[in-house]
């Protein structure tokens, strides 16, 4: 197990493999108690109701899989796999590195709410975006695309 660290606001998330780098957004609740999701493709959000990225406990990072016709900042999300990297990079200076542990994909009436949210013992990341297919009348992707990931280590810059 990879130390924890103390809370600092995550900056920036990149994912080398599939070409990510994008600033991060703070999200909060929606009036319905939903999470908020970013205004538009870029840039993605922390969550700021889930811990920073490198504290204990589940790191929560959405982004939209498309925007208007275009690619989002997690277009390629379900293509990453176990073992794949994910950076975060936090106000402190400290860049926290996580390994995707498993990518799961649920339709959205079946949301893993406490999977996804509840608390864990160790430093983890959750990625969420939309996927699966797509409802014209809703307006609305089917399912969620979420990324399980924990933390390996961090550096300082």
């Known amino acids: 197990m990879v130390a924890p660290l103390?809370?600092?606001?995550?900056?920036?998330?990149?994912?080398?493999?599939?070409?990510?780098?994008s600033d991060l957004m703070d999200l909060g609740l929606n009036r319905d108690g939903t999470m908020e999701t970013p205004p538009e493709a870029y840039p993605a959000?922390?969550?700021?109701?889930?811990?920073?990225?490198?504290e204990i406990g589940p790191a929560i990072i959405?982004?939209?899989?498309?925007?208007?016709?275009?690619?989002?900042?997690?277009?390629?999300l379900h293509e990453l796999g176990p073992g794949d990297q994910v950076a975060v990079v936090r106000r402190d200076g400290a860049t926290v590195l996580f390994r995707v542990d498993r990518v799961d994909r649920y339709p959205k009436h079946?949301?893993?709410?406490?999977?996804?949210?509840?608390?864990?013992?160790?430093?983890?990341?959750?990625?969420?975006?939309c996927g699966g297919d797509f409802d014209r009348a809703a307006h609305s992707y089917l399912d969620n695309i979420v990324v399980y990931a924990s933390m390996v280590g961090s550096a300082k810059v």
Request: charged share 15%; proline share 11%.
């Open 6 to 21: 103390a809370h600092s606001e995550p900056l920036r998330i990149e994912i080398p493999i599939l070409g990510v780098k």
């Open 45 to 54: 959000g922390w969550y700021t109701g889930s811990p920073t990225p490198g």
């Open 62 to 76: 959405a982004g939209h899989v498309n925007w208007s016709g275009d690619p989002g900042v997690f277009a390629k």
């Open 110 to 129: 079946k949301f893993p709410t406490r999977a996804v949210y509840g608390d864990i013992p160790y430093s983890g990341l959750r990625l969420i975006t």
